[in-house]
């Protein structure tokens, strides 16, 4: 068995990263699949899960949540079966599909705290794709077609939010390179140099990283 995970600053090209790799190697790729299936698992409309995952809830939105559960008369709401589910079922049933995916056969895994998951296995290869914030930046404003000043905001508040997410669920820094194999600039090595340097050393160190072998 052999897994990547793939961590990576919002707007460093991280998710182009891993479907290249997963591409090269003939591997399953998770990356936007994890929305769809913690959905279909929770019972949950997909944007909502988009729009909570890697993210920490607000005070506001612990509060909200709180007083709907514990106190519906006070703060009116759906009723109990239209709840929204929990942070902890959402992060209880990301870290399921994390580990299954594991077990099923070779897979790349994109963010979802995967390196922090599956951080005591052998088998896995964690690689965190970063760039300078003026590259960010630069790269968020083309793609999402943002002013500069939005595209700054943009990208300092998802990665803080990655940062938080991770270290409340999983006690780390999401930053920390002691938690990766791997660091890649993407603004240095674009990402298709970026995918061919992951590629090259996954090679190395696995010795079956075919799809046929999975």
Known sequence: M?????????????SEVAARI???LGWQLLDNVFVDEVAVRLGAPVAEVEAREERVPSLAQRLAATLALGAPDILPGPPDDALPPSEERLIEVTQRIIVEAASRGHC??????????????DDALHI???AP????????????????????KRVDDTNRQREHYVRKYWKRS??????????LNTDWLGV???????????REKFVTPTASSA
């Open 192 to 202: 298709a140099g970026a995918a061919d340097t992951a590629v090259r050393l996954a």
């Open 2 to 14: 052999a897994i990547i995970t793939v961590s990576r600053m919002f707007a460093s090209g991280g």
């Open 108 to 121: 790349v895994l994109v963010g979802r705290g995967a390196q922090s998951v599956l951080a005591a296995r």
């Open 174 to 183: 999401w930053l920390a390179h002691e938690n990766y194999h791997l660091c």
């Open 128 to 130: 965190f794709c970063y």
């Open 133 to 152: 914030r003026p590259a960010l930046v630069a790269r968020a404003a083309k793609r999402l077609g943002l002013s500069e000043k939005e595209a700054e």
């Open 22 to 24: 997963a591409g090269a």
